[in-house]
């Protein structure tokens, strides 16, 4: 009996998978980014060729992933067609990826319900994360990046970690709030008990990889050169005041994790140390954005899907008839 209903949730989570990442790259491309295929072919082209201006410059994993899946998948006859083509490949990769982290890390937490309900509730609000910009290709990937990056964290998994934060280094700069997570969950505080060989390895994983980054992050601009960078601070900011666009931020930052913004603060309380650490990464992240980013391309808060949800559940949990979960959550 336990073995048909693990088998019956399993499959029904993989239609689910496939449902969400088919249908999102889909609902992505045609309303987003069919309308400006010239645009994006200039811009993939650019950065493809070292001239873009910074920081797209640097993020050249994606367009040559897509440049490479569009010369050697598809036809080169319609560049234009097949262009798109192979954005929808990549984005339905990426996308499967995300969600298959998100789930695996819920899954560390809370039992195969209510995790699969965390998946639920991303893919009815990932929408509007892909929604107000007509290239920023690697943001899919970053967000499954981060959502595999904690779970190798939590596992301790020191190599794929590694290996994480290395293909992050070549996607978008704001991995390095990946390196901050590892500080934050691996070193340990006065007064915890710890192994001397834990601690060693801990502060040895924590270097090396802070290495890695840092050594790909320069090796691009010295390799690629310099560049001006898009916007400056003070004009972002200033268009983020603007009245039109502050308008639009304060209906999608709200909307894209929904009560799971106050879920996640109550949830708090009764969250593992692990949560209680990683979150911490949060207040950061959101900074950065506040001063970098365009507050309506909710899209750049697609990281924090798998602490956010997974403290929110936390809240969620006295609701559950007790004996109701058949399954028990990963050992933690």
């Not at 999102?24 to 811009?43: C, G, M, Q, W």
Request: one cysteine or more; aromatic letters at 14%.
């Amino acid at each position: 009996m336990q073995n048909k209903l693990v088998t019956s949730i399993v499959t029904r989570l993989v239609v689910l998978l496939f449902l969400v990442t088919t249908s999102l790259p889909v609902i992505y491309s045609y309303n987003r980014e069919f309308h400006r295929t010239k645009d994006r072919i200039a811009v993939q082209q650019s950065i493809l060729e070292g001239t873009a201006p910074s920081p797209y410059r640097y993020r050249v994993l994606v367009p040559w992933l897509c440049d490479t899946i569009q010369r050697h998948v598809f036809s080169a006859k319609s560049p234009g067609h097949h262009f798109e083509h192979a954005y929808l490949t990549y984005q339905s990769v990426a996308l499967f990826l995300f969600i298959a982290g998100l789930y695996c890390f819920l899954r560390e937490w809370h039992d195969i319900q209510t995790a699969m309900l965390g998946v639920a509730v991303c893919a009815a609000t990932l929408p509007l994360a892909l929604t107000n910009h007509f290239y920023q290709p690697w943001s899919t990937l970053e967000a499954a990046l981060y959502a595999w990056g904690f779970f190798a964290l939590h596992r301790r998994a020191y190599w794929v970690f590694f290996a994480l934060v290395l293909i992050g280094a070549f996607t978008k700069e704001t991995t390095i709030f990946l390196l901050l997570a590892m500080a934050l969950v691996w070193v340990k505080l006065p007064g915890e008990s710890v192994s001397r060989q834990e601690s060693q390895r801990s502060i040895v994983g924590i270097l090396a990889v802070c290495l890695a980054w840092v050594a790909v992050f320069l090796g691009l601009r010295f390799y690629l050169g310099t560049a001006e960078h898009v916007v400056a601070i003070s004009e972002n900011i200033a268009k983020n005041l603007r009245w039109e666009y502050l308008e639009r931020s304060m209906m999608l930052v709200p909307g894209i994790f929904g009560v799971f913004w106050i879920l996640a603060l109550t949830g708090y309380r009764t969250a593992p140390p692990f949560l209680k650490r990683l979150i911490l990464v949060a207040p950061v992240y959101l900074l950065a954005v506040t001063l970098w980013g365009v507050w309506h391309e909710v899209r750049l808060l697609m990281p924090l899907y798998a602490p956010l949800l997974a403290l929110g559940l936390f809240s969620l949990q006295s609701l559950n008839a007790p004996g109701r979960s058949a399954i028990s959550p990963a050992p933690q």
